[in-house]
């Protein structure tokens, strides 16, 4: 059992951030839950999480805010201690034509999803450094590995951060800790609720993905079996072509 490790998971209210949270937690990881507003949502999660058999706890940070998070985080972990891991899920898209796209839809999904990357890492780092040891699992997309129609914004925020987990994955290697991305397709979620039953034909599985099977994914990165995987991307799409 892993009673001893904490994992925080950015973004866990619903979707992949609150599968990957169940699915942790039935494997024996403690989890910090978060989200950027209302945190009384995920007091049903929390004390799911707790009927497990394991602790869970809350932050409630808005991700844009570069002092608020480095503030929250860095007192929870005077507070707790040190994170042995991090799902780095939170996320947003405003898709629309380029041409159309307004300044505050580019802004919105950059600052979220791509300086998110910076803004919660960068007070973690350190201390996972001097502990030696640790999981980093960035929630990427199939839009940032090959681009998607109306989404240059988000496919440039995904793609963003898979060069962004690629290098930090070298820099802290020898610290023992792995720096992986997961890059789902198109995943039964809110964002996917509008997706047109053509697009679902093109999958050559013949179906959507479910949250879980990202969780899965998720909690194999953060076990000791995936000790030699670093610097990652690892699909889960369907068998969607590249």
Known sequence: MNNNKWVLI?????????????????????????????????????????????????????????????????????????????VLNAG??????????????????????????YNVLKPIIMPMIQSRKGRIIVMSSISGQCGNRGQVNYSASKAGLIGAAKALSIEVAKRNITV???????????????????????????????????????NYLMSEDASYITGQVIAVNGGMYL
């Open 10 to 86: 950015t973004g866990s209210s619903r979707g992949i951030g609150k599968a990957s949270a169940l699915y942790l937690a039935d494997n024996g990881y403690n989890i910090v839950l978060h989200c950027s507003k209302d945190a009384w949502r995920l007091n049903n999660l929390k004390s799911e999480i707790i009927s497990k058999g394991v602790q869970a706890r809350i932050l409630d940070f808005d991700i844009k805010n570069r002092e608020a998070v480095k503030e929250a985080l860095e007192k929870d972990i005077q507070e707790n201690g040190i994170y042995y891991g991090v």
């Open 180 to 218: 992986n991305c997961i890059a789902p397709g198109i995943i039964e979620t809110d964002m996917t609720e509008n997706i047109p039953e053509e697009a679902v034909k093109q999958i050559p599985l013949k179906r959507m993905g479910t949250p879980k099977e990202v969780a899965s994914l998720v």
């Open 92 to 117: 947003i898209n405003k898709d629309a034509p380029f041409p159309a796209m307004e300044d505050e839809e580019w802004d919105d999904v950059l600052r979220i999803n791509l300086d998110g990357f």
